[in-house]
């Protein structure tokens, strides 16, 4: 038996699901990527001061890696039973990161 769901009028399985993490992964790591380049650069600022604070330490990198593979694992972990709600979160994830990134180009090129 194969477990799918349905997101509006998407039909989601497996495959889509381990899309949506990939991609999730990705844009939480173009995140980490471009903030250490503008911030290493002198181009822009963290306003996070707990962003900052890992920043400076030169640690940012390797958490936000692990925190990408952790919201992974879990992400995996729930899809198992609820494949609906898993799509949906990494969906919402996406959005988020992308919003995100968005925003700190709009930021950087504009100000």
Do not use: H
């Amino acid at each position: 038996m194969r477990l799918s769901a349905t997101l509006g009028r998407i039909k989601l399985g497996k495959e889509p699901s381990l899309f949506l993490f990939a991609m999730m992964a990705q844009l939480q790591l173009w995140d980490g990527v471009i903030t250490q380049a503008f911030v290493s650069s002198g181009l822009a600022r963290e306003s996070n001061r707990v962003a900052a604070f890992m920043l400076s330490e030169g640690n940012y990198l390797p958490i936000k890696i692990a925190g990408a593979l952790a919201s992974i694992a879990l992400l995996w972990f729930i899809s198992r039973r609820f494949p609906a709600l898993a799509a949906f979160t990494a969906s919402v994830v996406c959005m988020f990161y992308l919003a995100v990134i968005s925003w700190n180009f709009l930021v950087f090129f504009n100000g």
